[in-house]
């Protein structure tokens, strides 16, 4: 029937966020839906449930999709109560394979936000899935859960996912397989914040990942100072081998919110991370072999301050403060032609009015907050959103309802638009459109083009804070409480409807 169509060919896997390395969220897919309908199942291929709260972009590989999510709709009565969960569901249809689900991590909801679930964005390569839980663990999972054994070295999955003081929670088909795990408030000594946010970058046998340091429970007080903001850990065993040593810590304004991406300037590659001080650093990677012994410090090639001129020193002082503040950044920096594109200002929550998009040359070293900066152009409000570049375009949104598309050379804002709703979600570019989700449920389809032509607003189910993805001809909607696979010619009988838990 239309609701299962066949995947058509000249499609390609999406494993992680963006586009390879580079973080950029542009999409070669073909033949997407402008146009759907998801009442009526109108071009949607199938619908699947998800909690209450996703904040999780979807992956796909192997014909698997991974989606983060919460527990307010358990899929297995052994897992009640509020914890993370990580949904693996069948590419083809949409039937739910198994998940991973993690107790709240204390009893300090600064820690572990209620309800948030699992907002990392998995990355997969091959048959593992790289993933960071609500308990800020770095997890190695088998992508075909259990149902091929439990594979080692790793498991104790009973007695880490049961809740605290309980006995261990008996193992079924339907539950993930953990082949290691890293700790990253026990062996990287940081002190988690909210939602644990991030998406994990190989390099090689590495893995890159923003260790999600924060304040406490007051937003006033950096707990470990001295912990590492990047953490570089081996894939194969998750043995921590690097780390930064800029003691960015005692400048985090709120929390470490950005992921790494890949860049290569002149045959040099460059892990480039934005800190939760509002810098941005170029690091050398590590060496692929590495002798034992203590992590290795990552060694800067160039840094740039998005805000100069703001406070540096005891800058807790300036919670609450709308007008002066530092600025941190919260979506990740894109690596495109030489340059970095990145969005940055006052915190959304707790700083000042006052946002920028800035374009980075990252072709020089050393401190380049003054000459490396290319072009700046102002937000109406702090934005989480992480840019799209195509064709000499660069579209991104922001945390004021507004979809803005800017010359890629000199960052003149060609078009603006408002939507109904803050935009947490970043653009996806592909197929000649532009898909942007807000918090208020509006759906936006653009044209990618120099002018502004609005080609269709979809009223969807619940907010979305998720980014849109393709891959394999397929576009994947992820609201607040739904996963939508959409696709040319489909039409899913139960849009309205979907799977129940």
Not at 132 to 160: K, V, Y
Not at 402 to 420: A, F, I, N, S, Y
Not at 433 to 440: I, T
């Amino acid at each position: 029937m239309a609701g299962s169509l066949p995947d058509r060919a000249g499609g390609a896997d999406q494993p992680q966020w963006g586009q390879r390395h580079t973080r950029n969220m542009v999409s070669g897919e073909k033949g997407l839906p402008a146009h759907f309908d998801p009442t009526n199942g109108h071009n949607v291929k199938w619908v699947a449930a998800l909690g209450t709260e996703c904040y999780s972009t979807p992956v796909v590989a192997q014909g698997r999709v991974i989606i983060g999510t919460n527990n307010q709709r358990p899929r297995d009565p052994r897992h009640q109560g509020d914890r993370g969960a990580l949904y693996c569901f069948a590419e083809k249809d949409g039937a739910f394979l198994w998940q991973l689900v993690v107790p709240k991590y204390s009893d300090d909801i600064y820690q572990d936000w209620p309800k948030v679930g699992i907002v990392s964005v998995a990355t997969i390569e091959g048959d593992r899935i790289y993933v960071m839980s609500n308990r800020r663990e770095i997890m190695c999972l088998d992508l075909h859960g259990l149902a091929n054994g439990n594979d080692g070295p790793f498991t104790n999955e009973a007695a880490l996912l049961a809740p605290r003081g309980a006995p261990p929670t008996p193992l079924g088909e339907k539950d993930a397989d953990i082949l290691w795990v890293f700790d990253m408030v026990e062996e990287a000594g940081i002190w988690p914040h909210d939602g644990a946010q991030t998406s994990i970058l190989i390099h090689g046998r590495h893995l890159y990942i923003n260790s999600g340091n924060g304040v406490d429970n007051t937003h006033r007080k950096i707990r470990r100072p001295d912990a590492p903001s990047l953490v570089v850990l081996d894939k194969e065993t998750g043995r921590m081998v690097g780390r930064d040593n800029e003691r960015i810590g005692p400048r985090i304004f709120h929390c470490t919110w950005s992921s790494p991406a890949l860049g290569e300037v002149n045959g040099r590659q460059q892990i480039i991370f934005a800190g939760g001080d509002g810098v941005v650093y170029g690091f050398e990677p590590l060496p692929q072999e590495l002798p034992p012994g203590p992590p290795a410090t990552l060694k800067k090639i160039w840094w740039f301050d998005g805000d100069p001129d703001s406070p540096k020193e005891d800058v807790h002082r300036f919670i609450g403060n709308r007008q002066q503040s530092p600025s941190n950044i919260k979506s990740t920096p894109v690596f495109h032609a030489g340059r970095v594109f990145v969005t940055l200002g006052g915190d959304i929550w707790w700083g000042k009015k006052e946002a920028w998009i800035k374009c980075i040359n990252a072709q020089l070293s050393g401190d380049i907050s003054r000459t490396g900066l290319i072009w700046s152009t102002p937000l109406k409000d702090h934005s989480c959103t992480t840019p799209a570049i195509q064709d000499g375009l660069v579209f991104v949104a922001d945390c004021g309802r507004q979809v803005l598309c800017l010359e890629e050379r000199t960052g003149e804002v060609l078009w603006r638009h408002q939507v109904k709703g803050d935009v947490w979600s970043s653009p996806l570019v592909a197929d000649g459109k532009v898909y942007v989700g807000s918090r208020r449920r509006d759906l936006t389809v653009f044209a990618a083009k120099r002018e502004l032509e609005v080609l269709a607003s979809v009223e969807m189910d619940s907010g979305m804070v998720a980014s849109p993805m393709a891959a394999n001809s397929v576009l994947y909607i992820a609201t607040m409480q739904k996963l939508y696979a959409l696709q040319e010619g489909a039409r899913w009988p139960t849009a309205a409807a979907p799977s129940a838990p």
